[in-house]
């Protein structure tokens, strides 16, 4: 039982999985030097890039059948979009042949547009189909733990996410919902 995973796991991008927000801190037009990977420059060289643990958690998250989420209440989701087109996540530790892939491909939806959290994970719901008592969301904001209202599990990271309050949010999710999902027996 140790090892479920609810149906979606969801992040918010800004202080979530990088040190910025979008629409505000930077300013296009971004570039990629030449064999960079988890990094992106914008037109006055400030850098986007993944926390340092979340390239880790994207791989982990892969390897299962969960449905990964960005989930962003961001002014600017071309931005959004574009960063995350354009920063390339690094293979897997052990796959040194792997190619380095754009980090839009590890995400299966993406709701990026400015309003309400509980918005996104309607839309989410409905796209997929999945409870929401099934998904698991990281945000750096406590306002947002409104999501909580229609059952998905909120878990804050106000430093962002690292492999640790990565397993307190799992943790927190297996502990809300004992009984084994996802063909765990």
Known sequence: MAHRFPKLIAFDLDYTLWDLWIDTHVTPPFKRNEGDLNRIVDSH????AFYEDVASILHRLRA???TI???SRTHA???ARQALTMIL???PVGHPDASPTPAIEYFDQAELYPGSKLTHFKQLHEKTGIPYSEMLFFDDERRNREVKKLGVTFCLVPDGLDNVNFEAGLEEWRSAHPEPVHGEE
């Open 64 to 66: 299962t059948d969960v």
């Open 89 to 91: 996540v690094p293979p």
């Open 77 to 79: 989701p071309k931005l």
């Open 69 to 71: 989420a960005a989930c």
């Open 45 to 48: 060289d400030r850098e986007i």
